[in-house]
């Protein structure tokens, strides 16, 4: 199991918590993490990734497929459901707070799919380090953390710097799925991808909402407290 950090040295978009687990997260790391965890070396805190770490994915999921990259599936909600539907895909999602990555290989086992890896890492670094140029198919970040307040926006997933990753790493074509249940961050994004050259927002717009995307906690709470949901798709300009 990965061990707390002591420094943190980065703006990151996430706060580092207790990664302490249950005990049915306990029995599922423990019997799962070796299938579908993917280890990948890190440098000085464990969401990091070492700037020499490479994962060949063909070798990992024992095939060569397009490659679909979730950044904070949380439980997994999602990305189970979507993976279900795209047996044909290589799916990596990368998530830094553990427990939720031992309930999502519990989800992963119930299941029964066989196409999803997980890294514990910053899905930042997992795109710039362990995705070549071009080699991504999609790429999916579904309700982010807002961190509302202006002097926390640093801290917003979607940003002009992950754009620009982003863009090197999607194929041309590709697109990068949204979701958010805060219609500030839901400007946000538009406003910093609407205005990035190497995307097209597909649909002009707010995009439908993606029929594929389950309900997940996070939405499910959004609704509850009367919040619009948007959804948005961006293509990768050839
Ligand atoms: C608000 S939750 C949403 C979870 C999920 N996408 C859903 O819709 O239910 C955001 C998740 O992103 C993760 N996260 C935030 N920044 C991340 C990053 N840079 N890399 C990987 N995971 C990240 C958090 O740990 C958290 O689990």
Known sequence: MPKPD?????????????????????KAWDTYAQRWVVEVPARETSTSIAAEASVD??????REA?????????????????????????IVAFEVFVPAVASTLSRIARHGVDNVRIVVANGEEGLALLVPPA?????????????????????????????????????P???????????????WMRETLDAHPAFENLHGGWAPRWDERPVTKYEARGVAAGREIHDLTYRRRP
């Open 6 to 26: 002591r420094v943190q040295r980065e703006v990151v978009s996430y706060v580092r918590r207790s990664a302490r687990m249950n005990a049915s997260q306990t």
């Open 57 to 62: 994915w063909t070798s990992t999921f024992g």
């Open 66 to 90: 397009p490659l679909i990259v979730e950044i904070g599936p949380g439980r997994g909600e999602s990305l189970v459901a979507l993976a279900e539907r795209r047996p044909d895909c290589n």
């Open 135 to 171: 080699g991504l198919h999609e790429l999916w970040t579904f309700f982010p953390d807002p961190w509302h307040k202006a002097r926390h926006h640093k801290r917003r997933l979607v940003s002009t710097e992950l754009a620009d990753l982003a863009a090197s790493r999607l194929e």
């Open 173 to 187: 074509g590709g697109l990068w799925r949204l979701a958010t249940d805060w219609s500030d961050y839901a400007d």
